[in-house]
Nanobody, 125 residues
Framework: QVQLAESGGGLVQAGGSLRLSCAYSSRRAFTNYAISWFRQAPGKEREFVSLINWNGGRTEYSDSVKGRFTISRDNNKNTVSLQMNSLKPEDTAVYHC?????????????????WGQGTQVTVSS
């Protein structure tokens, strides 16, 4: 079994920054998994934000966050971070991290086996 726990959410003004963390715990090796961030705003579907592969050699971003968000991972600490800069009110959502051993595109929620509970990010205008 794999457990994921997000932290770092909060309330920030537009233009500000937040850093989210996803902590992984399992008997299975962390490096078996690609990790992604998704977000879900009220009344909307879960949306892909960013992906990082097992060794950090590949990252992907949605067009809406490209150039503002940066994903990284520390395989010694079993954590993935999402640095979010230049935040906008439309970034307001619950942010979830998710893990998968295999994926095709990595942008669809049904490609992921494990999910964290999420952390709320609210950006005020």
């Amino acid at each position: 079994q794999v457990q994921l726990a997000e932290s770092g959410g909060g309330l920030v003004q537009a233009g500000g920054s937040l850093r989210l963390s996803c902590a992984y715990s399992s008997r299975r090796a962390f490096t078996n998994y690609a990790i992604s961030w998704f977000r879900q705003a009220p009344g909307k579907e879960r949306e892909f934000v960013s992906l990082i592969n097992w060794n950090g050699g590949r990252t992907e971003y949605s067009d809406s966050v490209k150039g503002r968000f940066t994903i990284s991972r520390d395989n010694n600490k079993n954590t993935v971070s999402l640095q979010m800069n230049s935040l906008k009110p439309e970034d307001t959502a619950v942010y979830h991290c998710a893990a998968t051993m295999t994926y095709y595109t990595g942008i669809y929620p049904n490609e992921y086996d494990y999910w964290g509970q999420g952390t709320q990010v609210t950006v005020s205008s």
